[in-house]
């Protein structure tokens, strides 16, 4: 049960997390991209855009002749005279693959790739934690062996709790990636980052989350790994605070 709190305490944060970034996410400012058209041909012939964003396409006309940015995909039609660049606005899309054209010369034809962002494929890894939940209450009525739950050292679970917490961090980083504050955020995940992989990894990992939630069974380890020494604990916990992600110790 101590174990089944902690991890609805790690959830619980998270999806908050990550619905107040996410939402910053969606709010983000128009996104620039160009398009050249050279020779009636777009340059280049396939762009990649996130998805459910405004976004802004410049498009660069260096021929002489006029030319007509269309696309039935997503509904836009844009007349580009020669030696001209003008703005194409392409509304929220969902991902998947959308095609545009010259309809002065249909031959010329391009390919819009729209990505979900990282932060949502990493958010989905979630799952695994209520499926883990369910696997420990069917361990609970023997149903299945222990040793294939948390409460048999299987910390699979955490991938599904900390998922929800790196989506919310990455979102923040997604959502302002193209102001000053973005660049911030990237050097702050970056230091973090660095500083955890200078340890064991797995044992770092579980001395973070055995500090944020009080719980000492998150530290131990199955041979031939080992936990961190309290030296090596101290050390990580100092030099995590020095690059501002301080951690307090559980009630």
Known sequence: MKYMRSMVL?????LTLFAVIATRADAAPDTVFHLTIVKKAFVPDTLTIPADETVKIMVKNTDSLPAEFESNDFHAEVVI????????YVRPLKPGIYSFFNDFHPDS???LLVNAPVWLLIAFHGFRLPLELI??????????????????????????ATALLVAALSARVY?????????????ELGAIRTTIQAFPLIAALKEIVARATGEAGWRRQRPPLEPLTAEQADGLMAKLAAVGFAIKRAA
């Open 81 to 88: 005279p020669g030696k001209t660049e003008l703005p194409v």
């Open 175 to 187: 959502a302002d990636w193209r102001n000053e504050r973005g660049a911030a955020a990237q050097d």
């Open 109 to 111: 034809t391009g390919t």
């Open 135 to 160: 696997m420990h209450e069917a361990a609970t009525e023997g149903v299945m062996p222990p040793q294939m739950t948390f409460t048999g050292l299987n910390f699979d679970i955490t991938t599904g």
């Open 10 to 14: 790690l959830s619980a944060l998270g």
